[in-house]
Nanobody, 125 residues
Framework: QVQLVESGGDSVQAGGSLRLSCAAS????????MGWFRQAPGKEREGVAA????????YYAASVRGRFTISQDNAKNVLSLQMNNLKPEDTALYYCAARRCWIRPSQPFDGYNYWGQGTQVTVSS
């Protein structure tokens, strides 16, 4: 079992930045896929960014590439999402998720079975 707790959500103006954090209850330094997902009202949940801790590979949705950066502090078991140049369409409930990845994932946003409770990000224009 992996318990995940997100923090860092807030309300900001367009063009601003936020950093989300996700603390894991166990070490996820290797052989895990860790991801950030979001769900806006009336929309399906979507993968935003993911990292394969076995090799440090990162993956991003096209809508956030170049603006968001995912990283993991293996010593602290904390996953982060640095979000820059935020846009109103980034408004959503952001979730941290985890799953075992024994090899590099072919579908980095699929198959997650551990989820946090979410943290709200609101971007105003």
């Amino acid at each position: 079992q992996v318990q995940l707790v997100e923090s860092g959500g807030d309300s900001v103006q367009a063009g601003g930045s936020l950093r989300l954090s996700c603390a894991a209850s166990t070490t996820t330094a290797s052989n895990y896929c860790m991801g950030w997902f979001r769900q806006a009202p009336g929309k399906e949940r979507e993968g935003v960014a993911a990292i394969y801790t076995g090799g440090g590979l990162t993956y991003y949705a096209a809508s956030v590439r170049g603006r968001f950066t995912i990283s993991q502090d293996n010593a602290k078991n904390v996953l982060s999402l640095q979000m820059n140049n935020l846009k109103p369409e980034d408004t959503a409930l952001y979730y941290c998720a985890a799953r075992r990845c024994w090899i590099r994932p072919s579908q980095p946003f699929d198959g997650y079975n551990y989820w946090g409770q979410g943290t709200q990000v609101t971007v105003s224009s």
